[in-house]
Structure formats: C-alpha cells, structure tokens
Nanobody, 116 residues
Framework: QVQLVESGGGLAQAGGSLRLSCAAS????????MGWYRQAQGKQRESVAG???????NYADPVKGRFTISRDNAKNTVYLQMNSLKPEDTAVYYC??????????WGKGTLVTVSS
C-alpha cells in the first residue's frame, strides 16, 4: 500500500505564498517522478509541476517563474513553493508519484484558495 500525504494548503491572499509538501510511504519501487497536479472547480485536472529522480523539473506555463518544485529523495518527499499567488491558482492540489515500475499513485489532495 502506497500513501501520499499532502500538507500545506490553505487560504492565501493574491500575491502571497504557500508551500505544499507531500510525503510518500509504503511499498513501491524506487521513485521515478514526483509532481503536482491541480483541479479547479468545474475544470479538468491539470499538471502543475514535476521533478525527476535526477532533479530535472518541468512546469506548466501558468506557473512558470512563480512556483518552484523540489524534492528530498531520501525522504521521498516533494515540495511546491508557490509565490505570487493569483486567484486563478485556486484549486485542489494533488501529489503524484510514478515509480520505476511505471505505477502511478495519487494523494487525496489539499485545497488552496487564493483571495483577491
């Protein structure tokens, strides 16, 4: 059983910052990718940012320059530093992990609300 536990969501004002964390535990092959997706109300889930085991990162265009993803391989933990938040960043943020066996795992999500 694999568990991804997110933390750090909440309410922020536009222009503010939040930091999300996601810790993975359980039985899985070595981690290949970790990342974050988000789903706003009434919209499809979309990729936000990802990071490989080697530290290569990628970002969705709407968050480039504002969000930073990082990870601690020893702790199987991924972080998302979100700066210059905008109301359109409001969504449920989901942690994602893909292991070396290409199995995908998801967290339950953490709500981020940005007020204008």
């Amino acid at each position: 059983q694999v568990q991804l536990v997110e933390s750090g969501g909440g309410l922020a004002q536009a222009g503010g910052s939040l930091r999300l964390s996601c810790a993975a535990s359980g039985s899985f092959f070595s981690v290949r990718y970790m990342g974050w997706y988000r789903q706003a109300q009434g919209k499809q889930r979309e990729s936000v940012a990802g990071i490989s085991s080697g530290g290569i990162t990628n970002y969705a265009d709407p968050v480039k320059g504002r969000f930073t993803i990082s990870r601690d391989n020893a702790k199987n933990t991924v972080y998302l530093q979100m700066n210059s938040l905008k109301p359109e960043d409001t969504a449920v943020y989901y942690c994602w992990l893909q292991d070396a066996g290409l199995a995908n795992y998801w967290g339950k999500g953490t709500l981020v609300t940005v007020s204008s």
